[in-house]
């Protein structure tokens, strides 16, 4: 076993486990998931059946991460966020052959408190203000906030606002990335500037 999980931690049989990643107090993982290397799961965290966390995924505390979800590397998910996986749930009603995929793609980060609606992509790096409702898919490098989320402006890969000027140019203020942004619908990272 190359993982440390905490005694009160239940893990079930048929769950993947990578390397060095902590599983802390009154999580629970089920099987059939996948966690990678190097991830963190605080107390109270819930992985289920078939989701898929890449590697150094930061999950903090009591967060339910339901199947259908796909978190890819370098994902984090702040505290208490909810995550969902049927559109019209009914207590009566089954609707698991139902269930909608949700992905987190690289870098993404979830602040605080926030809902991701189920059959959404969270683009790489984008951020999600704490508190936020994701109602449709978001942008690679999008910063959304608020209920229903909207799009705020664009963030660098290391969480910095971009500044973008006439010529559509930004640089991350500490690693000095360069940011281009087209046609104000999707912004890439073009190069490494050591200015």
């Known amino acids: 076993m190359g993982y440390f999980a905490h005694s009160t931690a239940i893990i079930d049989q048929g769950a993947t486990i990578g390397e060095n990643t902590r599983i802390w107090h009154f999580s ?7 966690i990678g290397d ?7 965290v819930m992985v289920g059946a078939g989701v ?7 999950v903090q505390n009591n967060v339910s991460v339901y199947t259908g979800v796909t978190c890819e590397d370098s994902v984090f998910i ?15 009603i089954s609707r698991k ?15 605080a408190n926030a809902t991701i609606i189920c059959g959404n992509e969270i683009g790489k790096y984008a951020f999600v203000g704490a508190g936020s409702v994701v109602t449709k898919p978001v942008l690679p490098y999008a910063i959304v906030v608020g209920n229903p989320a909207v799009q705020a ?12 000027d006439e010529n559509g140019i930004a640089f991350c203020p500490e690693s000095k ?6 046609d104000n619908l999707s912004v890439i990272k073009i190069e490494h500037d050591t200015r």
């Open 28 to 34: 629970h993982i089920m099987g059939d998931c996948r």
């Open 52 to 58: 898929i966390l890449g590697n150094n995924v930061k």
């Open 97 to 111: 052959n139902q269930f909608k995929t949700t992905l987190v793609k690289q870098g993404a980060t979830i602040g």
């Open 177 to 182: 990335e360069k940011y281009l942004l087209q």
């Open 78 to 92: 702040g505290p208490s966020v909810v995550f969902t996986n049927v559109i019209n749930p009914r207590s009566a």
């Open 38 to 44: 190097n991830c963190i799961l605080g107390q109270n």
């Open 153 to 164: 402006g664009w963030m660098s890969e290391y969480g910095h606002r971009l500044d973008f």
